[in-house]
């Protein structure tokens, strides 16, 4: 019944900025951590951004500084903003949330990813 939908990625030019939206639908008890994935051609899925209920966050090193991961809570929603973008910035990006459909029981969902392409 819980589906992660993407939305937001697209052609940008280095330099430039897009933010990317993950919004979680169905049956919702409550949504644990949520989490930012890329992965580029050629090469394995790595993790680019987490925020936890808390709101705390933490960020992979080669985007640090440059994406900021959010969340709304009342719209069962996350954000990436990704500004400063570079080619190598290029990738499928998937979101990955963990949800509580009843009480202490939490599973993984992933988004169907969205594409971002950074040229000019």
């Known amino acids: 019944q819980v589906q992660v939908v993407e939305s937001g990625g697209g052609l940008v030019q280095p330099g430039g900025s897009l933010r990317l939206s993950c919004v979680v639908l169905?049956?919702?008890?409550?949504?644990?951590?949520m989490y930012w994935y890329r992965q580029a051609p050629g090469k394995q899925r790595e993790l680019v951004a987490s925020?936890?209920?808390?709101?705390?966050?933490t960020y992979s090193d080669s985007v640090k500084g440059r994406f900021t991961i959010s969340r709304d809570n009342a719209k069962n929603t996350a954000f990436l903003q990704m500004n400063n973008m570079k080619p190598e910035d290029t990738a499928v990006y998937y979101c990955?949330?963990?949800?509580?459909?009843?009480?202490?029981?939490?599973?993984?969902?992933w988004g169907q990813g969205t594409q971002v392409t950074v040229s000019s």
């Open positions: 990955n949330v963990g949800v509580s459909t009843t009480p202490g029981r939490i599973n993984a969902y």
């Open positions: 169905g049956r919702v008890f409550s949504i644990g951590a």
């Open positions: 925020i936890m209920n808390t709101g705390m966050t």
